[in-house]
Each structure stands twice: as structure tokens, then as C-alpha cells.
């Protein structure tokens, strides 16, 4: 549950696809989800959850998609409901303040902006009107230019070569509908070189990749790796990248270059 | 003609362009040759690899520009009776069309006649309306605005199919599919070698489809400009022959060949089935369109299967000693190219044994698998040679080391004729390349005490045990046989050099080795020292790439070029006011303000960028000073140029040069790799458990050894995983793919990633500059072999590869 919560925390806002598919995401133990549907731009939108959560000691943190709350309960149960802003992702303890703030903010005659994500990648702020079938990685590739997520599969989330990292994740960017992007956080390899990250002289100190069309995938799925386990042991390195192929089979040469950076980076 | 050929004062020397131990060819200080940890400087694509900023294929974007696709057919053997067209034309964002009767098409791709038969292995299927086998592109491409309105586009195509006969297997074809059944090579009299045997044997074994799988798609794109100029990106190991493809086939525009990298393997579609019809399908719609064509083949990764695969049978006569006194080879297998396919084992055998006799014979069955090709190289080659020593070995008992020692030997020449050979060549003659390979694999797995009758050995876990091995010979040992090279270096006036060539990109070493012996042959830092990029033109061309025979021959037009080079530098440091120079590129120098007007050229040199006085190093330029003192001249003032200089390197064959063939008896190959695996198969269960591997190659010379290990690495795990358990499979009723994508084809990831060491040995046996040989084929080709042998040592059962968990227990009679 931990690094659930890690890795959820700061997202803000989220979606209303993300919404959606995680609503009934178990916190604790168990968990209930009931919906609300407010009307949003000709579209019926779910706006609530009902998240029951069990936890030992008095302290629960109850972490979903843009919500982060918590509670003291002496019999370690808690309901929370909140009500979600589908817009921004904001989100209010009744139906009523959401709907206050709906008309403030956004506006009944202001259409909901579906096809416009905001993102951050490599440090940098994006605004990007997407279309419904774009994924992460036509926005990356055809929109911002970045060139280093690949496409070996061509979109089936087979090779790992187009992995980026959101939020801290790495994640297969062919497999990310672009209309969940809204406010996500992304690194990519490129992002990597500029800060010159160790991994980037690691993997050329070891000779890891031979034609590098995959490496880039790599490279960044180690980036995560190394982020929430600083100590990495060969195994956890073999398992993390174990979603990446290289067809040149330069695997071998990932683990002391991943090992290496590692041991720069203050870790290992 | 000395200056021309850079230093080889001996004609007789430069046919063989060898270098080692020869007192007037001095070497130069080799700083970063075969150094490692230089880091990006000493490997400059790697910086770009690693962080995605390197361009490929598919990267390439332009503005407006537009994406085509052809059309793959359903069916495994088929022909176009009519098609329709008028609803893709009708969809909105479809900018062009090329039918399979539109003469702009299938005139210029149908009169391709190239030598490698790329007729059938490239797009004439497109233009002919036939395919034979399933997804085989066929009767239309299109152009539009976005990839998704081609692929709508192409589904609104109406054909009337007549379908027809196919097969899959090509051990159970009619022979109406049988296309060719000839002996092909014959070395010395093999009837009389296994009459003077003491023992015959017969093995067969069959390898399975593997495909290619590569890492990028196929890609071409074509950017015109204006009516008549148009820039094409090519995805290919040879872009100067997409070159001179497209000036014969596509007169309409002048071509300019540009060469990003390529997420590739060796061969295949990154080679001959690529590069003439597959941009020039992406031409004629530019043209057509006026706008940037994108072509894309998703599906390439499947199209065809490896030159290796195919049933293989043995008739091999050996004495008692392990001399193998005669091999017969039948071979049954798919076409290659639309020519002979088949692994020409007999060369292979012939260039790495003493074996006197060889037969070789070809089938080719014209199976709907598509065309079977070449990808890493030569597994068919290889498995055709170590088959027999395995089975030499078991058949006496003796141990694979000892048999390979036995028969070592190059041409049908002993070990002995190789030291006198290598004596009167100047090689030196006691490097004897196989036994310290060996040696150096032994040390790892030791196969001279651990090795065991097949069969026999039972570990305390139950499992059977077993040793696998593999040798061959680094077959780009011939100076050029890959194709030669012009490269041009110029040392600009900030004091960096760039080297100049039109290049395909494969392999881990080639740019660690450029930079590194242009950096040391001119005495310049390494950092200093750069390549060419994508978006330049092609006046100089290497060969291939840095893989194979590619790296000796740009190496040593690097070599050429740099030493030619150095010479013009130090003229230039000691210019006397009262001459003018025409280089030898025919550039003239004037007005050349030297810094060394007092000294000659033989009393100065370079070192870490610096221009010196022998005497007095202290007394120093940069390079960059020098070169900014010639004015190459011109109005408006002064000019200021790169020193330019440029080395060649000429292609030698058996057809081109037989006088050389016959001279050296044929072409004595003195450098091999090996390697060894063990295992350990469960009886219960087939799986096998790879415990140990070791891959050592002998390169000659290394020039970027980190470079070189990862080749060894990858070879052996490609090698292992293609044996292993790599399979197409094909549904027999309709001849269609059934696991033709990434996620059901199964190509290894990191966690089949065995224990494998990696080596290297320098003998200076290669024909290359300071007795080099190209590395990055061999490893995976020698893999293919590596695991067989060790499956049969463990059950003591021949075993068809892949070596499956099934195959393995259908062998040993459990299913």
C-alpha cells in the first residue's frame, strides 16, 4: 500500500476516464464504490466514490486518484465520501459545493476542453489538444518531438521500447490514451541526458545496447527502478527490465551499468 | 602511387592490405585503439542511443508529410484476378494510390534484375499480383494524411482472389514446388574419402522457422524538392546501393541518400529485399504527390524466415584418430533472395579444416514462408561444420577439443601449412587462433576433463548434464569481400576532425572503432574526432557499416585517408612561401602563412591535437592553427577550408580476383571463435536450464573492447535463443502466420538470459589493418550450433531446433 500512496500522492488531478477506472480501487483491505453522475458537457460523468477502509492502528492515509485523506477512527474503519470535479479533478466533501464549484469555475456554458491535456515532461509545461485515439506516445513523438519513445511492437505493449515514466512509474506510453494525461508528470530519456543523469554514462561505460533502438526503454524503466529502490540486487534489476526486449541481446551488459549508476547515484 | 595508396609501398602487400610485423608500415601509437573507458568519446553514438536523441528511420518527420503502407495478402498462395479501388480513392486523406497495373509501379520495380534476385524477396509480388505466402505485400499502396486513414483505405480495396496450392513444410513438398535440386560444391574427391575412412556415420537434424523479428519496422522516406530533387532516408545496412538502385529505376529525380540509424539486425529486410523496391515505392508516390512519403512495413519483422533454418543431413567419414576424411551435406531448405538458398557449408567447412573432400548439395522448396535470408549471418555455415565434430567426437569417444585439434587446418591445408603460411605472409606463425579461443573458453567451462559420453551423465537432481560447443572461423576475414570503401576525413578549422562517409548502422563497435583509429593514426585526442550526420550527403560511401567485413574495409580507408591526411598538415606547418600545393584531392593552397617555416615536415609531428617540433616539443600549434594559416583562396577576402584527404579500399573476391584466390590457395582463414555451454535438462519435464556459457572470439585486433564483448554476448544469447526455442508457426490448412507478433513470437528477454562470459583474444590473423577481422556476425551465428550440441551431449539424441521442451521429450520416447 505504500508505494501505492507514493506514488499516487501529487497527481492532483486526474481524469475522467482515470476516474472511472479506479473507483472502486481496494484501500486497506475493502472497499465499497457507489456513483453519482453529473452531467458534464452532453456526457454523464460519475463524480463520487465511497471508499470504506480497514487499517490497524488509529491512523489511516487514505490515498485514491486525486485525493489524499486522513482520518483518526478508533475502531480502524472509515467511510469516506468525496465528490470529484470531472474537469480538474478537484475534489469536495458534497455534492453541492462540487456543483458550486462547477458553475464557478468552469461554467455551464463553458464546454468541457476533453481534447486538451495538460502535462509536464522533462521538467517542461505542455498544453496539447489530442484527439480521442492518440496515445502518449503520438504525443511525445508527433507533438513535442521527442524521438526516444520507440515502437518496436507498434502498439501492442509487447517490447517495453516505448516506456516512459509517469509519476514515477515506468509506463508503456503506445498503451496510454493521451485523454488520461491530463496534469501527469513524464520523464523520458531525453530527460535523462539533460540532467545528466548517471545511467546515460553507465550504459555507455558497459557497452549496454548494440543497435539502441530499444535502449531508451531501458534505460528509463531502470531510471524508475532506481528511484524507489536505490539498493537494487541483480534479480530486482533482471525482473524490472524483465518487460523490455532487446533483439540484439544486449541484456547482460544492463545489469552492471544499472549497478553502476546505482552505486554514483549514492545507492548500491 | 605510394601517396595514393598511403603508405602500402609493396604491391604485392596491398592486394592483402596487411599490416602486422611489417617494418615499413610502422604502426602508430595506439592510444585509444583497444582502450577501454573513453566513455561517449570513444563510442559517439552511444550518448545518442541511450538517450532516444539519435535519429532512426522512423524518427525522419517533415512537415505535411505523408504515410503509405501496401496492401498484405490474406492468403498463403494467391493471385489477383481484378481489384477495385474507387472507395479507397473516395476516403477522405488519401493522397495516392499505386495499383499493381499502374505502369509508373510495376515498370520500375519490375525491371529490378539485380544480382542478389531481389525480385522476389523485395516488392515485385506488390506490382506482379502474386504472392507466395501470407501478408506477402501485393496490388496496391496509399499514401494519406495520417496512418490510420491508410490502413481504412486499405481496407476498402476489393479483390477478386484466385487462390492456390501452397505448401509449408518443405520435407513433405511435391515436387512441383521444388525449384532447385543441385550439387553446388564439391571440394577435392569425397568418394575417395570415405573409402579411406575407417568409420561412416549418418546424422540429420532440421531447424525450424525462425524469423528476423527485428527491432524498427521497415521504413523509407522520400522528401522531394521540386520536381526533380528528392532527399531519401533510407533504412538500410547498404544505403549506397539504394543509391544506385534508385538512379537506374527512378530517373525521374536525382536521389539523395541519407542514413539515419536503424534498430535492426544484420540482413534481411535491412539488406538486399530492402533496398531497391521498398523506397521506391516511397519515391514514386512523392513524385506522385508532391509532398514527404513515410513508407512503412509493420509486419517486416515476419516477412521470410533465416537462411539458416532447414533439414540437414551428414554422410561423415572419419579414421580412429578424428580425422574426418570426407563430409557429405544434403541440405533441404527454402529459397533465398529468389535464388539458391541453402548454407554453402562446403566453403565454411573447407576455409576452417584441414577436411580435404566436401559435397554439398541444395534443395530449395519453394515453401509459402516467404524468402529465407541472411539475419546475424551464417548459422546454416556453422552448424554444417560443428554437426560433424560432435559426431566424430561421440562416435570415437574423444573429446570435441581434441577432434577440432585434430582437423585444425585452414583450405584442406594442415596446421602446419598455416605456420609456413603465415611465416612467408608475416603473420606470427605460433598464434594459433583456435587453440587459444579454446584455451580461453576452457577456462570458464572446462570441457577437457568435464566432458562425457552423450547421455551419461545424471547430476544428483536428477537431471541429465550437458556440454555444448561450437567453432568457426570470423568468416569477414577477407579484406573487402564485403564490398569496399571511399571515406574522407576533414580536419576543419577549428581543429576537429570529421569523417565522411555515407554508412548504414548496425552492430555495437563500428563509430568506437572509427573515431578510435582515425584519432591515433592523425595523434589527435579522441574527443576531437567526429562523425558525419544524417542529413549528410554521400559523396564518400563505407562499406556497410561497422559489422562484418565492413570494419576492416572502412578501417583501413580510415587509415588511408588519415596518414594522406597527416602528411598534407605537416606541409602545410612547414609551407615555404614560393610553393603552391594541389592536393591530392586537387585543391589548391596559397598564401599559406606556416608556423614552421623553417622546418620540414619530417622533423615535425602530432600528438593529443598538437602540432610539434620532434626536437623541441615544447615548440607547438594546435591543429587548428595550422589549418587556419592555408587560404584555399577565393574573392572577398581570406578562406579558410578543411584539410581534406580521402583512402580507399577495394573489394577482393574468388569472381573479381581469382589470380589472388589461386596465389594464396584459396583464402587461408586464420582466426576462429568458440564456445562453450553447459546445461542441465529435466527428464520429467524437457526444460532446459543453461548453467554456464562462455563466447570467445578472436577479432585480430580489437579496436573498441566493450564493444566487441557485447557482440560476443549477444551472439551467444541470440544463438542460444534461436536454437533454443525461437518458432514460427503456421496453420497447415491456410498457410497463415499464427504467432507473427512480439508477444506470441518468442524472442528472449531479460530473465532467459543465461550466465554467459564473454572474451576476447588478439591474434593479428585477419588480412585488415593491424591484422584485424570484423567481429558482430560470427558470436550469434556460432550460438545456433552451441546448444544443439549440448542437447545431444546431455540425452544423446540429435534433437530439431528449436530444442523445445516437447522435441525433447519426443526424444527421449516420453510423449
Given at each position: ?268 | ?75 498463403a498462395n ?38 542478389w534476385g531481389?525480385?522476389t524477396f ?10 507466395g505466402h ?31 496450392d501452397f505448401v509449408i513444410d518443405w520435407d513433405n513438398a511435391s515436387e512441383q514446388f521444388v525449384v532447385f535440386n543441385e550439387t553446388t560444391e564439391v571440394y577435392?574427391?569425397v568418394d575417395?574419402?570415405f ?7 549418418d546424422v540429420k537434424i532440421k531447424r525450424n522457422n525462425t ?93 521470410g524466415g533465416s537462411q539458416a533454418d532447414g533439414t540437414f543431413e551428414w554422410k561423415i ?9 570426407a563430409i557429405e551435406c544434403w541440405n533441404t531448405c527454402a529459397p533465398a533472395f529468389g535464388r539458391i538458398g541453402g548454407a554453402s557449408g562446403g566453403f565454411w567447412c573447407w ?7 566436401y559435397r554439398y548439395h541444395v534443395k530449395n522448396v519453394n515453401v509459402a514462408q516467404g524468402r529465407h535470408s541472411c539475419?546475424?549471418h551464417g548459422g546454416g555455415y556453422v552448424l554444417v561444420g560443428?554437426i560433424p ?339 514460427l508457426?503456421y496453420?497447415p490448412?491456410?498457410g ?48 545456433q ?13 540429435w534433437?530439431d531446433a ?14
Amino acid at each position: 500500500m505504500s508505494e501505492e500512496k507514493d506514488n499516487k500522492i501529487g497527481l492532483g488531478k486526474i481524469s475522467r476516464r482515470e476516474f472511472l477506472r479506479d473507483a472502486g480501487i481496494v484501500v486497506g483491505g475493502t472497499a465499497v464504490s457507489s456513483a453519482f453522475f453529473l452531467s458534464a458537457c452532453g456526457e454523464e460523468v460519475e463524480v463520487t466514490k465511497t471508499v470504506t477502509t480497514t487499517a490497524p492502528g488509529s491512523t489511516v492515509t487514505t490515498t485514491a486518484p486525486g485525493a489524499t485523506v486522513t482520518t483518526t477512527a478508533a475502531d480502524n474503519t472509515v467511510t469516506v465520501t468525496k465528490y470529484t470535479c470531472p474537469v480538474d479533478g478537484l475534489e469536495f466533501d458534497s455534492l453541492e459545493a462540487l456543483k458550486a464549484h462547477y458553475d464557478a469555475v468552469h461554467g455551464d456554458a463553458a464546454p468541457v476542453a476533453e481534447n486538451v491535456i495538460n502535462l509536464t515532461v522533462n521538467g517542461g509545461d505542455y498544453v496539447v489538444n489530442v484527439k480521442p485515439e492518440w496515445t502518449l506516445q503520438n504525443v511525445l513523438r508527433d507533438q513535442l518531438g521527442l524521438t526516444s519513445p520507440k515502437d518496436m511492437c507498434f502498439g501492442e505493449g509487447a517490447c517495453g521500447s516505448c516506456t516512459v515514466i509517469i509519476n514515477g512509474r515506468p509506463v508503456l506510453s503506445c498503451m496510454t490514451l493521451a485523454t488520461e494525461c491530463n496534469n501527469i508528470i513524464v520523464e523520458t530519456a531525453e530527460g535523462l541526458l539533460a540532467q545528466n543523469h548517471p545511467l546515460i554514462e553507465s550504459y555507455i561505460k558497459y557497452a549496454a545496447l548494440q543497435c539502441g533502438f530499444c535502449t531508451p526503454g531501458f534505460v528509463v524503466t531502470a531510471k524508475a527502478l532506481l528511484d524507489r529502490n536505490p539498493n537494487p540486487t541483480e534479480s530486482d534489476i533482471r525482473e524490472a527490465l524483465g518487460g523490455n526486449i532487446c533483439r540484439c541481446a544486449s541484456y547482460p551488459g544492463h545489469i552492471p551499468a544499472v549497478l553502476d549508476a546505482a552505486t554514483k547515484l549514492g545507492g548500491a | 602511387m605510394d601517396e595514393y595508396y598511403g603508405g602500402w609501398k609493396d604491391p604485392k602487400k596491398e592486394k592483402w592490405n596487411r599490416q602486422t610485423n611489417d617494418a615499413s608500415y610502422p604502426l602508430p601509437e595506439f592510444k585509444y585503439t583497444g582502450k577501454r573507458g573513453l566513455g561517449s568519446e570513444g563510442a559517439p553514438d552511444k550518448a545518442e542511443k541511450v538517450s532516444g536523441t539519435g535519429i532512426f528511420g522512423r524518427d525522419v518527420s517533415y512537415p505535411g508529410m505523408l504515410y503509405a503502407k501496401t496492401l498484405m495478402c490474406p492468403y498463403a498462395n494467391a493471385k489477383i484476378r481484378s481489384m477495385d479501388t474507387s472507395k479507397a480513392e473516395a476516403l477522405p486523406g488519401v493522397r495516392g494510390i499505386l495499383r499493381y497495373d499502374d505502369p509508373e509501379w510495376k515498370d520500375a520495380i519490375g525491371s529490378e534484375q539485380s544480382t542478389w534476385g531481389t525480385d522476389t524477396f523485395g516488392m515485385n509480388s506488390a506490382v506482379s499480383g502474386e504472392v507466395g505466402h501470407a501478408e506477402q505485400r501485393i496490388g496496391v499502396a496509399i499514401a494519406a494524411d495520417t496512418k490510420e486513414i491508410v490502413d481504412e483505405a486499405l481496407k476498402l480495396v476489393e479483390i477478386d482472389w484466385e487462390e492456390r496450392d501452397f505448401v509449408i513444410d518443405w520435407d513433405n513438398a511435391s515436387e512441383q514446388f521444388v525449384v532447385f535440386n543441385e550439387t553446388t560444391e564439391v571440394y577435392g574427391d569425397v568418394d575417395q574419402g570415405f573409402i579411406d575412412a575407417d568409420r561412416v556415420i549418418d546424422v540429420k537434424i532440421k531447424r525450424n522457422n525462425t524469423v528476423w523479428a527485428g527491432t524498427e519496422g521497415c521504413v523509407a522516406t522520400a522528401v522531394p524538392y521540386g520536381d526533380h530533387y528528392m532527399d531519401v532516408y533510407a533504412h538500410n545496412q547498404v544505403p549506397h546501393n539504394t543509391g544506385y538502385y534508385l538512379s537506374q529505376w527512378f530517373p525521374q529525380c536525382k536521389t539523395h541518400i541519407r542514413a539515419p540509424y536503424h534498430g535492426s539486425q544484420f540482413g534481411s529486410l535491412n539488406w538486399v529485399g530492402y533496398y531497391p523496391s521498398f523506397p521506391l515505392t516511397a519515391c514514386i508516390l512523392a513524385k506522385k504527390t508532391g509532398k514527404p512519403v513515410q513508407h512503412l512495413y509493420d509486419q517486416s519483422h515476419f516477412d521470410g524466415g533465416s537462411q539458416a533454418d532447414g533439414t540437414f543431413e551428414w554422410k561423415i567419414g572419419m579414421k580412429d584418430d578424428g580425422t574426418i576424411t570426407a563430409i557429405e551435406c544434403w541440405n533441404t531448405c527454402a529459397p533465398a533472395f529468389g535464388r539458391i538458398g541453402g548454407a554453402s557449408g562446403g566453403f565454411w567447412c573447407w576455409e576452417n579444416y584441414k577436411i580435404k573432400n566436401y559435397r554439398y548439395h541444395v534443395k530449395n522448396v519453394n515453401v509459402a514462408q516467404g524468402r529465407h535470408s541472411c539475419w546475424k549471418h551464417g548459422g546454416g555455415y556453422v552448424l554444417v561444420g560443428v554437426i560433424p565434430i560432435a559426431a566424430v567426437a561421440e562416435e570415437l569417444k574423444m573429446n570435441p577439443i581434441d577432434v577440432m585439434m585434430k582437423n585444425n587446418g585452414t583450405c584442406g591445408h594442415d596446421w602446419a601449412w598455416m605456420q609456413s603460411f603465415m611465416t612467408e605472409y608475416g603473420f606470427d606463425p605460433n598464434r594459433d587462433s583456435l587453440k587459444e579461443c579454446l584455451d580461453a573458453c576452457n577456462k570458464v567451462i572446462d570441457m577437457k576433463t568435464e566432458w562425457h559420453p552423450a547421455g551419461t551423465k545424471i547430476l544428483p537432481n536428477g537431471k541429465y548434464h550437458g556440454l555444448g560447443f561450437t567453432v568457426s572461423n570470423q568468416w569477414t576475414h577477407v579484406l573487402g569481400d564485403k564490398g569496399g570503401s571511399w571515406i574522407g576525413l576533414a580536419l576543419r578549422p577549428d581543429g576537429t576532425l570529421c569523417i565522411k562517409a555515407l554508412r548504414g548502422d548496425q552492430g555495437t563497435g563500428w563509430q568506437g572503432a572509427w573515431v578510435r583509429v582515425a584519432a591515433d593514426e592523425m595523434g589527435m585526442k579522441v574527443e576531437d574526432v567526429d562523425l558525419v550526420g544524417v542529413h549528410d550527403e554521400e559523396y564518400f560511401h563505407a562499406h556497410d557499416e561497422g559489422c562484418s567485413g565492413g570494419t576492416i574495409s572502412n578501417v583501413m580507408s580510415i587509415v588511408k585517408a588519415a596518414r594522406k591526411l597527416k602528411k598534407w598538415v605537416l606541409e602545410a606547418a612547414t609551407f615555404k612561401e614560393d610553393n603552391w600545393v594541389i592536393t591530392s584531392h586537387g585543391a589548391g593552397w596559397t598564401n599559406v602563412k606556416s608556423l614552421f617555416p623553417d622546418k620540414t615536415p619530417e622533423e615535425l609531428d602530432i600528438k593529443d591535437s598538437m602540432v610539434f617540433e620532434k626536437a623541441n616539443p615544447s615548440n607547438k600549434v594546435t591543429l587548428g592553427q595550422v589549418v587556419r594559416t592555408v587560404d584555399t583562396g577565393g574573392h572577398g577576402g581570406e578562406h579558410r577550408r578543411p584539410l581534406f584527404d580521402w583512402g580507399w579500399t577495394r573489394n577482393i573476391d574468388p569472381v573479381l580476383n581469382p589470380d589472388i584466390f589461386q596465389e594464396l590457395h584459396g583464402w587461408p582463414c586464420l582466426v576462429r571463435n568458440t564456445q562453450f555451454m553447459e546445461i542441465e535438462i529435466d527428464p520429467e519435464t524437457g526444460k532446459i536450464d543453461v548453467i554456464k556459457g562462455v563466447a570467445v572470439t578472436d577479432p585480430g585486433k580489437a579496436f573498441y573492447p566493450e564493444g566487441i564483448e557485447q557482440e560476443n554476448l549477444g551472439g551467444f544469447i541470440t544463438g542460444f535463443t534461436r536454437a533454443g526455442f525461437e518458432e514460427l508457426f503456421y496453420d497447415p490448412t491456410t498457410g497463415v502466420q499464427l504467432n507473427n507478433d512480439l508477444i506470441f513470437y518468442p524472442v528472449s528477454v531479460m530473465n532467459d538470459t543465461p550466465n554467459v562470459v564473454a572474451g576476447y583474444v588478439e591474434t593479428g590473423g585477419g588480412y585488415g589493418p593491424y591484422g584485424s577481422v570484423g567481429n558482430g556476425e560470427t558470436p550469434s551465428a556460432s550460438g545456433q550450433s552451441c546448444i544443439t550440441t549440448a542437447v545431444y551431449n546431455a540425452i544423446g539424441k540429435w534433437v530439431d531446433a528449436p530444442c523445445t521442451p516437447d522435441r525433447i521429450l519426443k526424444a527421449l520416447g516420453k510423449i
